[in-house]
C-alpha cells in the first residue's frame, strides 16, 4: 500500500494558524489544534502501519515553540510560512524592546536607636541645636554629675554656661534669648536629662517658671531688667507656689500679700517648700493670695528685708540641685515688682504647663540612658557562657522599652509641633508629662535589675536616675492630679473635689 499524500504540516499550521497568534487565546488555540490534527494522523498511520518520523518530529518543535510563545506571551513571533511557486520564505523575527529594569529600592535597616526616624521629622537647625548641647552635656556635665550626686552639691556655674550657650529661656524672643521652636527646647530637655533630672530641673526652672511669667506677664520695664541677665545666667531664680500644707491644692494657699498705700508697696508672708534653685537663687517668682482673693505673682530679691531660701537637706532625689524654702515675714516688695499682666491659678498654671512640657521630653532622655546602659551591660555580662542579652527575658524587657520610648518620643515631638502652631491645650500636656514620667520611672525600674547587684553602684549611674524620676513623678502634678485632669477633660466632670 502506497503511503498517503497528505499536505505537509508545517504548510498549512504555519500559515493557517501560527501567523494568527497574536494574543495569547489564539496560541491556545494553535496549540490544541495541532494536538488534535496529531492524533488524527497517528490513527490513520497506525491503520496503515506507518509512522513518519519527520512529521511527529516537526510537531514537537512546533508545540515547544508555542509553550515558549505562551510562558513569555510579551515577545511576540511571526513567521511568514507563505509559499511562492514551492519555495519557503526565511522567517523573520521581531522582538519588542526590551522592558527597561528600574533600580531595586535599598533594603531599610532597623535603627534601634531611633526606630521610627524621629532624626528625619527634625529641622537643620533643631538638629543643630540639639547636637551642640548633647556636646556639652557629654563632655561637661557627664564628669560632674557622679560626685554631685554623691555630695549633694550644686555647680553654681553651670546655669553661666548654659547662659554662654544660649539654652535658657530658648522659646523667648528677644531680650537675649534664641527664639528657637518648642521641639528644639524638648530636645534640650531631653539631652540635659540624659545625664541627670536635677540639671534638667535647674534649666527647666530657669526658662519656664521664671523668664517665662516674666515675658508673658510682666511689665516692659520688668522685661528690660531681668531677662537679659537670666538668659545670660548671671542671675538664678526660682519659683515658688507648693507650700507645707497645700501641694496639689494651691488654690487653698496661705501666703499672703498685703498692699501699702503709703509706701506703695507689698507686704508679703508665708512660706513655700521644695523650690528647686531656691538656696542659690538670686530672684524668686513668688505666688501669694492678695486681698481681694485674687492670686498674683511678684518677683522677690535676695536681701529683701524678712526673705529667707533654707535647704531641704538629706533628699534622695535631685542631689544634684539645689532645694530648699522661700520664707517670707513681710517682705516689702514694691508695686513695681507685681506681675500686672495675670491675676488667679492661670498665671502659675500657664508657667507649669511651660515646664510640664520640658518634662516631657526630658523624662525620656533619662529613661533613654537607662536602656542603652543597660543592653550594653548585658552585652558585655556573660553568665553561664553566653551573654546575658542572650536570655530571652533581657530582650523581651529591652524590646518593651524601646516601644515605649520611640512612641513617647513621636508623642511629644507632635505636641511640640502643635504649641509651635499654636493648636496645643493644657490637656494634652498633662497626657504627655504623665505619660513619659510614668514610663520612665518603670523603664529605669527595670534597667536596674536587669544589672542585679551591680544595679544600685552609682557608678552604673542606673539607680541616680531612679532615684530622680522618683521626684519627677511627683513634682509639677503627681501623676494621678494628671489623671484627674484626663478625666475631667474625658467626661467634662470635676473631680478635685466633693461638693459639700
Known amino acids: 500500500m502506497k503511503p498517503m499524500n497528505r499536505p505537509r504540516l508545517g504548510t498549512r499550521v504555519a500559515s493557517g494558524h501560527i501567523s494568527s497568534c497574536s494574543n495569547q487565546r489564539q496560541a491556545i488555540w494553535a496549540v490544541g489544534h495541532i494536538g488534535r490534527r496529531s492524533q488524527e494522523r497517528q490513527t490513520r498511520v497506525s491503520s496503515q502501519q506507518r509512522i513518519e518520523e519527520p512529521d511527529t518530529d516537526l510537531t514537537m518543535a512546533l ?48 535603627n534601634w536607636r531611633d526606630a521610627l526616624d524621629l532624626e528625619g521629622l527634625l529641622t537643620e537647625e533643631e538638629i543643630m541645636i540639639r547636637d551642640s548641647f548633647r556636646t556639652y552635656c557629654q563632655e561637661k556635665l557627664m564628669p560632674r554629675v557622679l560626685l554631685a550626686n554623691r555630695n549633694e552639691v550644686f555647680h553654681r556655674e553651670i546655669i553661666s554656661e548654659m547662659g554662654e550657650l544660649g539654652v535658657l529661656g530658648p522659646t523667648i524672643k528677644g531680650y537675649g ?7 528644639a527646647y524638648g530636645l534640650l530637655a531631653r539631652e540635659i536629662e540624659r545625664i541627670d533630672s536635677g540639671y534638667r530641673s535647674v534649666m527647666s526652672v530657669q526658662s519656664s517658671l521664671v523668664m517665662h511669667p516674666i515675658y508673658a506677664y510682666g511689665t516692659e520695664a520688668q522685661k528690660e531688667k531681668y531677662l537679659p541677665r537670666l538668659a545670660r545666667g548671671e542671675i538664678l531664680g526660682c519659683f515658688g507656689l507648693t507650700e507645707p500644707n497645700h501641694g496639689s491644692d494651691p488654690s487653698s494657699m496661705e501666703t499672703r500679700a498685703k498692699y501699702n498705700p503709703s509706701s506703695r508697696t507689698f507686704s508679703l508672708t508665708g512660706s513655700k517648700t521644695w523650690i528647686t534653685n531656691s538656696p542659690v537663687a538670686d ?26 531660701t533654707p535647704k531641704i537637706e538629706g533628699k534622695f532625689s535631685l542631689r544634684a540641685s539645689a532645694t530648699g524654702m522661700i520664707v517670707m515675714d513681710e517682705v516689702e516688695v514694691p508695686e513695681e515688682n507685681l506681675l500686672p499682666n495675670v491675676s488667679g491659678l492661670g498665671g502659675p498654671f500657664g508657667c507649669l504647663n511651660n515646664a510640664r512640657y520640658g518634662i516631657a521630653w526630658g523624662a525620656l532622655g533619662a529613661a533613654e540612658f537607662c536602656f542603652h546602659a543597660a543592653r550594653q551591660y548585658t552585652l558585655d555580662r556573660i553568665q553561664f557562657g553566653v551573654p546575658l542579652a542572650r536570655n530571652q527575658l533581657m530582650q ?69 536616675h531612679v532615684m530622680n524620676l522618683e521626684a519627677v513623678n ?19 466632670l470635676q473631680s478635685f473635689t466633693v461638693d459639700k
Open 396 to 464: 523581651k524587657k529591652m524590646a518593651d522599652m524601646l516601644t515605649e520610648i520611640t512612641l513617647g518620643l513621636q508623642s511629644c515631638l507632635r505636641l511640640g509641633r502643635l504649641i509651635d502652631e499654636k493648636k496645643s491645650c493644657p490637656d494634652m500636656i498633662s497626657m504627655l508629662k504623665r505619660n513619659s514620667c510614668g514610663k520612665a520611672l518603670d523603664i529605669a525600674r527595670q534597667a536596674r535589675d536587669m544589672l542585679g547587684g551591680n544595679g544600685i553602684a552609682d557608678e552604673y549611674h542606673i539607680i541616680r
Open 177 to 183: 534669648c534664641a527664639g528657637t521652636s518648642y521641639v
Open 474 to 492: 511627683t513634682y509639677e502634678g503627681t501623676h494621678d492630679i494628671h489623671a484627674l485632669i484626663l478625666g475631667r477633660a474625658i467626661t467634662g
Open 63 to 110: 508545540r515547544s515553540g508555542l509553550c515558549r510563545l505562551l510562558v513569555n506571551p510579551q515577545r511576540a513571533v511571526v513567521v511568514s510560512a507563505s509559499r511562492s511557486q514551492g519555495t519557503a520564505a526565511t522567517p523573520k523575527w521581531e522582538t519588542e524592546k526590551e522592558t527597561v529594569k528600574r533600580p531595586k529600592a535599598p533594603k531599610v535597616q532597623f
Open 283 to 308: 530672684i524668686c517668682v513668688v505666688w501669694a493670695k492678695c486681698e481681694d482673693g485674687k492670686i498674683r505673682g511678684f518677683i522677690l530679691e535676695r536681701g529683701m528685708k524678712g526673705l529667707s
